[in-house]
């Protein structure tokens, strides 16, 4: 069964630094991997995607997310962190091109500190 | 992408009511999702409400509590049955535009809480 690990809870960083926030996944087949935004009381926007070609996706607000397939893995990173990144992001599988269902992970809660 | 409207964007209900909840696109879409996102918690999937016909429903969850109607291809609405404090979630409609359409994407979601 489709399943999605983000190990982290919470992380908190400091304005301006670097950030990675992990994911990882578990599926049989190329897996379709997204990663959400959720800003407090907000719904959740989409920040980037993946479902073919090039490992290294680039997504709005200066983020990036590398596909690993021998790691399972589909990492988020941001060179340098704004106070308005603070949020929860969620990353998401597949198992088609938006017609099935996602598998959410259970997010992660990025706090900055100025 | 695809502009989405949720409604109400907030309700407080009593133990025993039931809530509506309307989501609204602004072009026709082939898919669409209900969510469920309880404090704390992840997104959790519903079911795929299907146009002109019954809502496909994930494990635990059933149509008797979570009737979903889907009357077009822009509008559904997510009715939550006889509330319990167990169903305060935050409810979400998520879209998908077509066959081979690749990615969801969301409504603001509705904040419910059952007294």
């Known amino acids: 069964a489709q399943s999605v690990t983000q190990p982290d809870i919470h992380i908190t960083v400091s304005e301006g630094a670097s950030l990675e926030l992990r994911c990882n996944y578990s599926y049989g087949a190329t897996p379709y991997l997204f990663w959400y935004v959720q800003s407090p009381g907000q719904g959740l926007q989409l920040l980037l995607k993946y479902f073919s070609g090039d490992t290294l996706v680039q997504g709005i607000k200066g983020f990036e997310a590398e596909f690993k397939r021998s790691q399972s893995s589909f990492n988020l990173r941001k060179p340098s962190v704004h106070w308005s990144d603070a949020a929860e992001y969620f990353c998401?599988?597949?198992?088609?091109?938006?017609?099935?269902?996602?598998?959410f992970g259970t997010g992660t809660r990025l706090q900055v500190f100025p | 992408s695809a502009v989405i409207s949720q409604k109400p964007s907030r309700d407080i209900c009593q133990r025993g009511t039931s809530l509506t909840i309307q989501c609204q696109v602004d072009s026709q879409v082939t898919m669409m999702f209900w969510y469920r996102q309880q404090p704390g918690q992840s997104l959790t999937l519903i079911a795929t409400?299907?146009?002109?016909?019954?809502?496909?429903?994930e494990s635990g969850f059933v149509i008797d509590k979570f009737p979903i109607s889907r009357p077009n291809l822009t509008f559904s609405t997510l009715t939550v049955s006889n509330m319990s404090p167990e169903d305060s979630s935050i409810y979400l409609c998520?879209?998908?535009?077509?066959?081979?359409?690749?990615?969801?994407?969301f409504g603001p979601g509705t904040r419910l809480t059952v007294l």
């Open positions: 409400a299907n146009q002109g016909s019954e809502a496909t429903y």
């Open positions: 998401a599988v597949g198992a088609s091109q938006g017609t099935d269902k996602l598998i």
């Open positions: 998520s879209v998908a535009r077509g066959v081979g359409a690749d990615t969801q994407y």
